[in-house]
């Protein structure tokens, strides 16, 4: 079974850039979408991105225009690049593979990105 962990998250200031990685072992992320998750504290899962194993890749509203996709054949690892962050950004960041699922926010433990006014 394909494994994935997300990484990269940090604090910058309003602005500022990211790059989160989504890296998998035990497979590659070629055979289902992957799918990148924010939720704040108290807040539902919300899907930021997906990737179909097509490689179509699908924004959501809040995030788009703001947001760009990036893969890396040899770790296997999709990018997500985040920029001209505000404070309505910070959340916890997630990636899954599969359907986007309001629970996939519980499935790991995610990586924090702060944004400072």
């Known amino acids: 079974e394909v494994q994935v962990v997300e990484s990269g998250g940090g604090s910058v200031p309003t602005g500022g850039s990211l790059r989160l990685s989504c890296t998998a072992s035990?497979?590659?992320?070629?055979?289902?979408?992957v799918v990148w998750y924010r939720q704040k504290p108290g807040e539902e899962c919300l899907m930021v991105s997906t990737?179909?194993?097509?490689?179509?890749?699908y924004f959501t509203n809040f995030i788009e225009g703001r947001v760009a996709i990036s893969f890396e054949h040899t770790k296997p690892t999709e990018y997500l690049w985040l920029s001209s962050l505000t404070p309505e950004d910070s959340a916890v960041y997630h990636c899954?593979?599969?359907?986007?699922?309001?629970?996939?926010?519980?499935w790991g433990q995610g990586t924090q990105v702060t944004v400072s006014a």
């Open positions: 990737t179909s194993p097509g490689g179509q890749t």
């Open positions: 035990g497979g590659t992320l070629h055979g289902s979408n």
């Open positions: 899954a593979l599969g359907i986007p699922d309001i629970y996939a926010c519980s």
